[in-house]
Each structure stands twice: as C-alpha cells, then as structure tokens.
C-alpha cells in the first residue's frame, strides 16, 4: 500500500470488483497526469480559464484516491476561477504535481501498468 493515496473508497465504488478497480486505476493514469500537465502549462501562461477547467477535471478523480490535496488542488482551481491575479499559486501547483506523480508512480508499479 502506498502513502501517496488510498483504495479504501475507490474499492467501495468497484464494490471489492478488482477488475474494475484496475479499469479505475488506468483512467487515473490515463486521464490525471495528462490534466496535471494542462494545469501545469495554464498556471506558466496565466490562463485562467484553462487552469480552473483542468483543475475543476482533476478534482473527482484526485478526492476518490485521497491524495491528499484536494484542498490544495480547489486553491489552484479557484485562482483559476476567479482570476486572482494577485495571487502566486506556483506552491500550490508544485504540491498537487507531486502529488500526481507520486500517485501515479506508485500505481503503476503496485498494478504493473
């Protein structure tokens, strides 16, 4: 078991079904990294917009696996939301980045995908 996120609930959700705990695990590894990237890109060129539409994405995904930074990740968005110009969301962003990556490194080699 990994520290970078929980199963408990995205088992509960597959109802113990581990075949769709997989699928679940290759939608994250398919889908949040991708948007993390997007997120990432849109914070660099103040794209507000695009930041809260990536951040708003990710939001599901990153509460169901518990990694721990949906607070953070709602900071991100927000900023995004109500363009907060005055705002340096740059820690914030770096936070939940980790966060993806850790998760996704440790999926992958806990389910060999």
Same mark, same amino acid.
């Given at each position: 078991?990994? #520290?970078?996120?929980?199963?408990?609930?995205?088992?509960?959700?597959?109802?113990?079904? =581990?075949?769709?705990?997989?699928?679940?695990?290759?939608?994250?590894?398919? %889908?949040?990294? %991708? @948007?993390?990237?997007?997120?990432?890109?849109?914070?660099? =060129?103040? #794209?507000?917009?695009?930041?809260?539409?990536?951040?708003?994405?990710?939001?599901?995904t990153v509460d169901l696996f518990e990694l721990g930074v949906l607070e953070t990740l709602i900071e991100v968005q927000d900023w995004g939301k109500f363009e907060q110009?005055?705002?340096?969301?740059?820690?914030?962003?770096?936070?939940?980045?980790?966060?993806? %990556?850790?998760?996704?490194? @440790?999926?992958?080699? %806990?389910?060999?995908?």
């Open positions: 078991m990994s #520290d970078f996120y929980k199963l408990d609930r995205v088992r509960e959700m597959a109802d113990n079904d =581990e075949d769709f705990v997989v699928a679940l695990v290759g939608a994250f590894l398919e %889908e949040v990294p %991708e @948007d993390a990237e997007r997120l990432k890109n849109a914070v660099a =060129e103040k #794209d507000y917009h695009e930041a809260y539409q990536a951040a708003h994405k990710m939001k599901p110009t005055d705002k340096n969301v740059d820690a914030q962003l770096t936070t939940v980045l980790e966060a993806v %990556e850790n998760a996704s490194n @440790d999926l992958r080699s %806990e389910f060999g995908l």
